[in-house]
């Protein structure tokens, strides 16, 4: 269908800002179009040549004349939809998360609050709960964890720890000495079925036990690299006594550091016997509870997740090569972990952490 219309007759002055909107300078590409129409409907071009040329319907051309004609270049803007957009009580929705220690009413059965069920009660979409709880920033999704020490000896032992990381003597090599205990060789009851590079590896859920080892781990500190490691069925003193003779023979000749947690078996008569006979080793004990003052527990983490988690292994003996090989392939691009948290630091977060629990 073929819409004929006259000229449209521009008002005074308006030809001018017609054009600058045509530009899309400071105007969207839909504003910009419909003072197109305008333009072109003024120069009297047929309503069915603007249409191919602004791509619109021969019922939008004609709405924008009659806009223009009516109002002026004001009404080529979008009418405001009747009704007022919704008022979000932002201080009254963060009252309510943060409300009984930000703990949900017992009537409603949830464990914690979540931006969808926080927008259902308060009538508003998820993206303002989430987009208002960034700002203010409040996350009761997340969890931490954490478990308070008591070692009456905890400053102590962890300026101790900490000084050996930040601030280690001279002319003397520090290690962090821990046992990843208990690791599993498992074997799946069925084959890995790869699909393709696109589609993630599929396991069957259930695997047969082979039998577990005891990992023992030196990091070194200044090099990032596993100056010694060994595999032990158990980890009782003998076994300990055992290593710190691998570990010291690692590092031949010089004043030796050794930080480790604060597990019985690091302190039995036999240590204490092994120590007494090579004064230039030196123990460090973590405080209790805190055995994440251990840097080598970070490497423990990465042989994990890049070794054991998706490994299959159908021995001991198996599983055994399989981490000597990781750690031969780690030491050769290994790089040292940075300790940045200070005593201080540390020390105030706990005592922080002490004193809210007191508290409730």
């Known amino acids: 269908m073929v819409y004929l219309a006259r000229a449209l007759e521009l008002r005074d002055g308006d030809r001018g800002a017609l054009e600058v909107l045509t530009r899309g300078n400071s105007s969207s590409a839909t504003l910009a179009l419909r003072a197109r129409t305008v333009l072109l409907a003024s120069a009297g071009m047929p309503n069915i040549q603007i249409e191919q040329i602004t791509g619109f319907s021969a019922p939008t051309v004609l709405k924008w004349r009659n806009r223009y004609a009516e109002g002026g270049i004001e009404a080529l803007s979008d009418v405001q939809r009747p009704g007022r957009e919704r008022e979000i009580d932002e201080l009254a929705l963060i009252a309510d998360t943060l409300a009984n220690d930000g703990n ?140 710190l003779g691998r570990v010291a023979d690692a590092h031949p000749g010089i004043e030796l550091h050794v930080i480790c947690d604060n597990y019985a078996t690091h302190k039995h008569q036999n240590v204490l016997d092994w120590l007494d006979a090579n004064p230039r080793v030196t123990l460090h004990f973590t405080p209790t509870s805190c055995s994440w003052l251990n840097m080598v527990e970070i490497f423990f983490g990465i042989i994990t997740r890049q070794c054991l988690e998706r490994g299959t292994f159908s021995s001991v003996k198996d599983l055994e090569q399989t981490m000597q090989r990781y750690i031969e392939n780690y030491n050769q691009d290994a790089k040292p972990f940075t300790w940045t948290k200070s005593a201080e630091y540390l020390l105030g977060k706990m005592k922080r952490k002490e004193t809210i629990n007191t508290e409730h």
């Open 104 to 243: 949900p009413p017992a009537e409603l059965g949830i464990s914690h609050w979540s931006a969808r069920i926080m927008a259902e009660r308060h009538g508003v979409s998820f993206s303002s709960v989430a987009r208002i709880w960034r700002r203010w920033k409040i996350q009761p999704h997340r969890i931490e964890t954490f478990k308070f020490s008591t070692d009456p000896a905890l400053e102590f032992k962890l300026r101790d720890v900490v000084g050996l990381y930040m601030s280690p003597p001279e002319n003397a090599v520090v290690v962090s000495v821990d046992e990843k205990t208990q690791i599993q060789a498992l074997s799946r009851t069925g084959p890995d079925q790869p699909l393709s590079p696109t589609h993630p590896l599929q396991q069957t859920h259930d695997y047969k036990r082979n039998g577990t080892t005891t990992l023992f781990a030196a990091l070194e500190v200044l090099t990032g690299k596993l100056s010694a490691n060994a595999f032990y069925p158990k980890h009782t003193n003998i076994e300990f006594v055992d290593f």
